[in-house]
């Protein structure tokens, strides 16, 4: 098979995954989990996981300076990101919140502008300004249309999520660059577990998953996440980077929101309205052009960042 097939494959199959995902996460926060335990089992999980891959892998000494970068990664990106993505599916719905995570890259491209001085481009201002409107229109009806229980109160939570993420991708740069994906993400997990445990360890064995009345259903649910989500998609991602540009696995990431949807409204998680089609192609074309590299020898943050993942 050609490799460049091979590199399509496993990128479709990781936003499968993590489109996927979102469904899953919503169905275990509404019946078997809080917000809390879900992140903490997560948290623990990946950093078992992680820390027993590492000792297959050659050590690598890491300085005490990128330690505290690391840490900081961990819990933007990891502790309030996660705990954020949990408690935005707890109010509001699949869709809403899948369309205002795919705002990620065009917030890693506003603080790059604001913080970082990086130049931008007419059309990465036009897919900013296309992303935005897509964003306020999930706003202004997120009180009249969805099943969420607060559909404002889950974007906003989703927003922030969304600016974590970004902030998580701006701290870690340099650190990404620096060592393999392997030793950044132990020591995230390693460090985001520390930052945790602490709140939610005691209350972990009262989640109904861990108790008698579970149900195959939620086991399998949770096994997805985690199995899936946690571990499986974090290696096709380096297959998929290692045999594609960076910027064609970013247009692929367009396709979590619409796996997302697509399986909530099948499952009853959502509802179809003229305001999620409409703003699901805002969003996406915004943020297509905001990934898309300048020039065929230039990239912007977003794109030298996953191209180093």
Request: charged content about 10%.
């Amino acid at each position: 098979m050609n490799e460049k097939y091979k590199g399509h494959i496993a990128i479709v199959a990781a936003n499968i995954i993590f489109g996927l995902n979102i469904p899953v996460t919503k169905s275990l926060i509404a019946n078997w989990m809080s917000p809390m335990g879900y992140t903490l089992t997560r948290m623990l999980f990946g950093a078992v996981l992680f820390w027993a891959v590492g000792f297959f892998y050659p050590k690598e000494k890491v300085s005490r300076k990128d330690l505290w970068i690391i840490a900081l990664g961990g819990f933007f990106g990891f502790v309030a990101t996660q705990l954020l993505f949990a408690w935005a599916l707890k109010f509001t719905t699949p869709v809403y919140f899948a369309l205002m995570m795919s705002l990620t890259p065009v917030l890693v491209l506003l603080l790059s502008v604001l913080f970082l001085k990086e130049t931008t481009t007419r059309i990465k201002l036009l897919g900013t300004l296309l992303s935005i409107a897509g964003a306020f229109l999930i706003i202004l009806q997120g009180g009249n249309h969805g099943t969420g229980s607060n559909n404002l109160l889950g974007i906003f939570l989703a927003i922030l999520a969304a600016l974590g993420y970004g902030i998580y991708m701006i701290i870690t740069r340099e650190v990404a660059l620096k060592y393999k994906p392997v030793t950044v993400v132990k020591y995230m997990f390693f460090f985001s577990c520390l930052m945790i445990v602490p709140f939610g360890i005691t209350a972990l064995p009262t989640e109904a998953i861990y108790s008698t009345e579970v149900t195959i259903s939620a086991i399998l649910q949770l096994a997805f996440a985690l199995l899936f989500s946690t571990t499986l998609a974090f290696f096709l991602m380096p297959v998929a980077l290692n045999k594609l540009k960076a910027s064609t696995v970013s247009i692929y990431m367009n396709l979590q929101p619409i796996i997302a949807s697509v399986a909530a409204l099948i499952i009853g998680q959502d509802v179809f309205s003229w305001d999620k089609p409409l703003a699901a192609a805002l969003v996406i074309m915004g943020v297509y052009l905001v990934t898309k590299p300048k020039s065929r020898n230039q990239t912007n943050i977003i794109t030298e960042y996953e191209n180093n993942l």
